[in-house]
């Protein structure tokens, strides 16, 4: 027999638990979530409520277990020989050793091609912005009007119905009834939001419901044009499509997303009893406030009253005052008319004391007597004026040059444009050819001179 060496430390020997448990993790690790396709075999459902089953093809099998907190969201019963498309995680269960998928979810194999194209519709449309939160707007707190777009015939508009009667009976309710799956399913859920909008009352928030299905059920919210009507709509939409698990784009697009029709309901509307507790505290509130008022008020009335004198007493004073000020008022006017008198009496005997009248009868006896004594003074200047005046004629007249004319003598001046002309005092002071003027009493004679002659002065 041959004997191996024992392995070194970096190859230790391992137990088959921790191969198994190491294994689990590279497993898990590696496949945290796988899409099969395949067969379901050995279909065993327990008493626990999990499934377990084998997913096989035509050269491999695969040990599968859907545990019950996911299976019983799925809307059909799987069996064996069915094929499937199931979503999961693959591990290793410890215990046996064996390879396994644990299952979160599983649906027939035929929606396999149909989710592929919703996932690439949800990914442009993402890529678009149109799941953004930014873009999505608050559901009003207090709405007046909802709009329900769903099948009149559903279990889903009846749920919502019924929760907004609970909740808020007074909420006005509009039901546009549409398909809610097959070909005229899209064309009726476009044509509702129109209808919504164009109202004449239009409501606060439109709320897009229908039961759960499968994923070909739940199409006509998966659409293209379905996403963008909600998109463009401008009034807040609230979808509720489904079952919780139920996810479509409409979900994605809408600015809510409620797991079922009756959550959808208690979105949009306000709790009437919450409202009720609410106002209750409120008026609470307002009566201990109101009361408190009043007992500071009923505390300052009070206090005022017994500052407060009886009105009559009030009056009484006020009389009493009003006959003192009265008789004060009185003495007070007397005092002051006497004063008024004798300042009166003081100022018309000073006023008679300047009467002009009186001031102007000796004014005008002097006046008279000025003028008497003027005119007998002006007459008396006038005479001895006049006197004078006939002395200085008569010397005048005496040694005027008129009068010596009168006596037969003449004025000889050379002429110089004047009236008398330039006299003449000296025979030097013409010669021979001049011409001059004669002065006589009744006119004048001109002449021309034609010698001069200067008397020899005789010699004594």
Not at 180 to 193: D, K, L, N, P, S
Request: aromatic letters at 6%; proline letters at 5%; one cysteine or more.
């Amino acid at each position: 027999m041959q004997l191996h060496p024992r392995p070194a430390q970096a190859d230790r020997v391992r137990t088959v638990s921790e191969v198994n448990a190491e294994a689990r993790f590279l497993i898990e690790e590696r496949f945290r979530r796988v899409w099969i396709e395949g067969e379901i075999s050995n279909f065993r459902p327990y008493a626990s409520g999990h499934w377990y089953f084998t997913l096989q093809d035509d050269r491999a099998q695969l040990r599968c277990v859907m545990f019950s907190s996911a299976n019983r969201f799925v809307r059909f019963r799987p069996g064996s020989g069915l094929s499937v498309v199931l979503r999961g995680r693959l591990s290793i269960y410890e215990g046996r050793g064996t390879f396994q998928a644990i299952v979160d979810h599983i649906e027939p194999a035929g929606e396999g091609a149909l989710r592929a194209a919703l996932e690439k519709l949800k990914a442009r449309l993402a890529a678009e912005g149109l799941f953004d939160e930014s873009r999505k707007r608050a559901l009003p707190r207090y709405p007046r009007h909802i709009a329900v777009i769903s099948s009149r015939a559903g279990a889903a508009l009846k749920d919502v119905l019924a929760v907004i009667r609970r909740r808020f009976p007074c909420i006005r309710v509009t039901c546009f009834d549409v398909a809610v799956q097959g070909f005229e399913a899209e064309g009726q859920i476009v044509g509702a939001f129109d209808r919504a909008e164009f109202m004449r009352h239009p409501p606060d928030v439109i709320v897009l419901t229908r039961g759960g299905g499968s994923l070909e059920d739940l199409a006509a919210f998966n659409l293209e044009s379905v996403a963008r009507r909600i998109a463009a709509a401008r009034i807040p939409v609230v979808s509720a499509v489904g079952h919780e698990t139920d996810v479509t784009i409409a979900d994605f697009v809408a600015d809510r997303r409620a797991a079922t029709p009756s959550a959808a309901a208690e979105m949009v509307t306000p709790d009437r009893h919450d409202l009720e507790n609410r106002l209750r505290r409120v008026e609470a509130a307002l009566v201990a406030r109101i009361g408190t008022r009043l007992d500071v008020d009923h505390r300052l009335l009070a206090a005022t009253g017994q500052r407060l004198v009886h009105p009559g007493r009030t009056v009484e004073q006020r009389m009493l005052r009003t006959d003192e000020l009265g008789e004060r008022l009185r003495g007070a006017m007397s005092a002051r008319v006497a004063g008024i008198r004798t300042d009166l009496l003081h100022r018309v005997r000073l006023l008679a004391r300047c009467n002009p009248a009186a001031r102007l009868e000796p004014a005008h006896e002097r006046l008279a007597s000025a003028a008497t004594r003027l005119r007998t003074t002006a007459s008396r200047s006038a005479e001895q004026a006049q006197t004078r005046l006939g002395t200085l004629t008569r010397a005048l007249n005496a040694v005027s040059p008129l009068a010596t004319l009168d006596r037969g003598f003449a004025i000889v001046a050379k002429p110089d444009g004047s009236r008398w002309g330039q006299p003449v005092a000296s025979v030097a002071d013409v010669g021979a050819g001049d011409a001059i003027i004669a002065h006589l009493a009744d006119g004048t004679v001109q002449a021309i001179v034609e010698e001069t002659d200067t008397p020899t002065p005789k010699d004594g």
